[in-house]
């Protein structure tokens, strides 16, 4: 079969994978195929949490990739570089990291040689502030490095790749984003909410939904409205909330700090924060910290973030 013939029925594949997600396996074994190599791999990595997530894969060992998102997506030396890339975006492994310096790197002699894998090439299908999703077919020992042949051979394909993942919403990575601050909010100590300029509530972490629950200081009213049981308070919130709905989301802003009583004891949270949501304020309600960190008194406030 003549190279052209081959590539032809590779990209007749590809859409028909965009169609029916079931035939992703078999597209990404023929693309293994049609590049000589050893796997490919459908993967996102968030640069910022240092994590990764295989998406699709063929040809890896499942005990390797464990470990990759267990513990070597946080020290991949290539991970920052790929940011750096455009969507549309072909290259290769040598291309990010020059071979001699990649090869003293604990995850080359960890994760890379174990597998006798030698280099990759790629193409960047989306990107966002922090995350890269790309495929990526890679080569081992037996078959030697990426040429200039394969990285045309990827350029051909490439924009293929992309509108099938796209058509067939493959990765979509404002929901991988959201995830991942999903994860991370709920990790807080201090209760965190988004309202928008009514205060309803979009979003609370796990410990906003237990302060909601005990009702002592704020709770989940009718319609999902935010409430300070302090009713001053509660009144500074909502003018803060009509103010976040006026403020320019481009631009950092100073958040409103609310003063709560709580206990007969009056406290202050003075917090700046900086958000680019557009119809959601950011709404952080934990104890008073000053430079020497939590009062000595306790205490609690509210800071508002437009």
Not at 1 to 10: G, K, N, R
Request: hydrophobic residues 45%; proline residues 4%.
């Amino acid at each position: 079969m003549s190279d052209l013939i081959a590539v032809s029925d590779l990209i007749g594949d590809i859409y028909d994978a965009a169609l029916d997600p079931a035939l992703w396996p078999l597209v990404l074994e023929r693309i293994v195929q049609y590049f000589k190599a050893a796997a490919a791999v459908l993967y996102v990595q968030d640069i910022h949490l240092r994590e990764g997530q295989f998406y699709l894969s063929y040809g890896d060992d499942p005990y390797f990739t464990r470990l990759y998102l267990e513990k070597y997506a946080r020290i991949n030396p290539l991970a920052p570089h790929f940011l750096v890339t455009n969507v549309g975006d072909v290259f290769r492994a040598g291309e990010l990291i020059p071979y001699e310096e990649l090869k003293e790197t604990q995850f080359f002699k960890e994760w890379l040689q174990p597998q006798q894998y030698t280099e990759f090439v790629a193409t960047t299908l989306d990107k966002s502030a922090t995350s890269v999703a790309f495929i990526s077919v890679t080569r081992d020992i037996t078959q030697g490095f990426m040429d200039d042949a394969s990285v045309e051979r990827m350029r051909v394909i490439a924009p293929h790749l992309r509108r099938a993942v796209m058509i067939g919403k493959i990765v979509d990575l404002r929901k991988v984003e959201a995830g991942n601050f999903e994860s991370v909010v709920n990790g807080l100590l201090d209760a965190v909410l988004l309202v928008d300029a009514r205060r309803r509530i979009v979003y609370a972490n796990e410990s906003a939904t237990r302060m909601m629950s005990d009702a002592k200081i704020i709770r989940r009213g009718k319609g999902d409205v935010l409430q300070v049981n302090d009713t001053d308070a509660n009144s500074k919130l909502r003018d803060a909330l009509a103010g976040s709905e006026r403020a320019e989301p481009e631009l950092e802003v100073r958040g409103t700090a609310i003063s709560v009583r709580s206990n007969g004891w009056r406290a202050l949270s003075r917090s700046r924060f900086a958000s680019d949501l557009r119809r959601a304020a950011v709404v952080r309600c934990g104890p008073l910290r000053g430079r020497r960190g939590v009062h000595p008194q306790g205490g609690l406030g509210l800071a508002v973030a437009p």
